[in-house]
Nanobody, 126 residues
Framework: QVQLAESGGGLVQAGGSLRLSCAASARTTGTFSMGWFRQAPGKEREFVAGLSRNGENTYHADSVKGRFTISRDTAKNTVYLQMSSLKPEDTAVYYC???????????????????WGQGTQVTVSS
């Protein structure tokens, strides 16, 4: 099992940047594939970015490609989501998720992930 805790959310103006952090209670490199999701009011939770268990593969949703980047600091057991050129439509609660994995896959469905953090609010003003 692993526990996840997100941080780094806040209020930012359109065009600005934020870096979200997801601290894990256990080592994730080599064991867990990680993902970032977001949920806006009245909408379903959607995939944002994912990272394979060894970090060799990443995948970003089309809506954030070129603006957001997922990465991991193995020594700190922390996964990051660097967000730049933020838009008002990026406003949502952002969640970190983990899935025990055995290959180099990146998983994009909420159903793939059994472990979730509590979420952090990101609000982008126009």
């Amino acid at each position: 099992q692993v526990q996840l805790a997100e941080s780094g959310g806040g209020l930012v103006q359109a065009g600005g940047s934020l870096r979200l952090s997801c601290a894990a209670s256990a080592r994730t490199t080599g064991t867990f594939s990680m993902g970032w999701f977001r949920q806006a009011p009245g909408k379903e939770r959607e995939f944002v970015a994912g990272l394979s268990r060894n970090g060799e593969n990443t995948y970003h949703a089309d809506s954030v490609k070129g603006r957001f980047t997922i990465s991991r600091d193995t020594a700190k057991n922390t996964v990051y989501l660097q967000m730049s050129s933020l838009k008002p439509e990026d406003t949502a609660v952002y969640y970190c998720a983990a899935k025990q994995a055995y290959g180099g896959g990146v998983y994009t469905s909420t159903y793939d992930y059994p472990y979730w953090g509590q979420g952090t609010q990101v609000t982008v003003s126009s």
